[in-house]
């Protein structure tokens, strides 16, 4: 029988879901030239469409319990904490608020991808 799933994972799942979504609106939206800027191309634009299909696919994965797209979210959370480190590390002058902010948001997020809770789910 399937845990029922928490609702730090449905969270995690619905901005997963949203993330996918804006990615392929925003790819339609340069394609169609409705929105436009500078270095960003067709090429781009497809590129982000496709990212987005598999955003889209992970999501659906956290929504019923798949353990690859648990892992595979965990690893875009971890590369997020590593681009908010290089980021303060490589300007330590600069704005530090945001880096914080997108670190321990992501840490937030892997610890409710992984609570007791969530290990069952994933598990069952």
Same mark, same amino acid.
């Given at each position: 029988?399937?845990?029922?799933?928490? #609702? %730090?994972?449905?969270?995690?799942?619905?901005?997963?879901?949203?993330?996918?979504?804006?990615? =392929?609106?925003? %790819? =339609?939206?340069?394609?169609?030239? @409705?929105?436009?800027?500078?270095?960003?191309?067709?090429?781009?634009?497809?590129?982000?469409? &496709?990212? %987005? =299909?598999?955003?889209?696919?992970?999501?659906? &994965?956290?929504? +019923?319990?798949?353990?690859?797209?648990?892992?595979?979210?965990?690893?875009?959370?971890? #590369?997020?904490?590593?681009?908010?480190?290089?980021?303060? #590390?490589?300007?330590?002058? %600069?704005?530090?608020? &945001?880096?914080?902010?997108? #670190?321990?948001?992501?840490?937030?997020?892997? @610890?409710?991808?992984?609570?007791?809770?969530?290990?069952?789910?994933?598990? +069952?």
């Amino acid at each position: 029988m399937m845990a029922k799933r928490p #609702a %730090g994972v449905t969270l995690i799942a619905v901005l997963t879901w949203i993330s996918a979504a804006l990615h =392929i609106l925003l %790819g =339609i939206l340069v394609l169609r030239g @409705i929105l436009s800027a500078d270095g960003v191309s067709d090429l781009s634009a497809w590129i982000a469409i &496709g990212v %987005g =299909i598999v955003i889209f696919c992970v999501s659906v &994965g956290l929504f +019923s319990g798949s353990n690859i797209a648990r892992i595979l979210v965990t690893l875009s959370l971890l #590369a997020s904490i590593l681009a908010a480190v290089v980021l303060v #590390a490589d300007d330590p002058a %600069g704005p530090i608020v &945001g880096p914080i902010i997108s #670190a321990a948001t992501a840490v937030i997020g892997i @610890i409710l991808l992984y609570t007791g809770r969530a290990g069952d789910f994933f598990r +069952s």
